[in-house]
């Protein structure tokens, strides 16, 4: 049988830095690295167990930004990048990595996440809070299982893999600035845990692409590269931003924020209180109706980690919703952002661009429940 074929693309982060204050090195300088542990040659990984048979991953490491940056630095037309080189190298491989940093790379998975429709081939993402090159690093194990999972698991989805869990890209957060379990999916389970097995729940796993819509036609590869150079070339035309409200927030303020013009703003993302509430005033509410009325996207979404956003359930919220303002129910801020630019970078209209937000894609979301008992 062939060995699995898994391709790395290095985008720098903390996994691939050295010096004092850290900065990335180059992939090259990674590969060398990688070369001085002795499970990997120069382009293969060798998996061994005493419980099972040994077997080779054969992978390429690819520098997907150049020069590789600190994940602070990332910006959309870099995950459009990611997801091409991705689609170039398709058909080569069984499975992707992408070696990012830690700080946007919830951004970056969900981005990933709604790019590369037809997806039917694993796209993991890590990193690590400790260099590779520091001994105490998590980027060893990190960087295995994650390759692990690309080679093997056949999942047909973007993932975040960090410490012992596969994530759904769009589901992942970052929740620690220094424990190695950096990441949580706060509102979806799992969908493996690396212990002595790692374990994959193939009754969360999405299934995969109907074939005609799949990216292993060549066609569907051709087409998407042509329509995400299409949102890349939108990007310069409108601005997507977040506004986490504050007890005190005032109406100019939000004003401010809302009437961004450089280019001009198109989607906000209203990080709200508790189940998606918000300030009562009417000169706020009034700001968001104006905002809604000049063809802004306004989501409701919450500063709560857990949890769905209700914007029925409060008077508090009722006003929200008077303002057109949409409820993003369980979806993370980065998934609510990244979803914005995609659909807002495809040309769509408000109305379709709200009702498409509220539409799971690649089990980004929870729809509410159609009966609740009382
Ligand atoms: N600042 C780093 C980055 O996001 C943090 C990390 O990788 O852990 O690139």
Redesign the pocket.
Known sequence: MKNPRVYVLYT????G?QDRP?Q?MTADEFHHVLLQFPSFRSHSLTIQSLNSESFEIEFELEQAVHPP??????VPHQWIEIASLILRNYEAYDGFVVL??????AWTSSALSYLLQGLSKPVILT???IPIVETRSDAFRNLITAMYLAAKSKIPEVGLFFNVHLMRGNRAVKVS?NAFN?FESPNFPPLAVAGIDVEVDRELVLPPPLDSDSLEHLENRQALIQKLQNIEKRLAEFSVVALQLFPGISASMTEAFMEFRQPPVKGVILEAFGAGNAPSGPEFLQKLTEANARGVTIMDNTQCLMGTVNIDAYHSASGLKAAGVVSAYDLTPEATMTKLIYWIGQGLEQAEVKQRMQIPLHGDLTPPRTESLS
């Open positions: 720098g982060g903390t996994i830095m850290l990335p940056i600190d994940s602070s630095s990332m990012h940093g830690t700080d946007t790379m990193g690590s809070q600035t950096g």
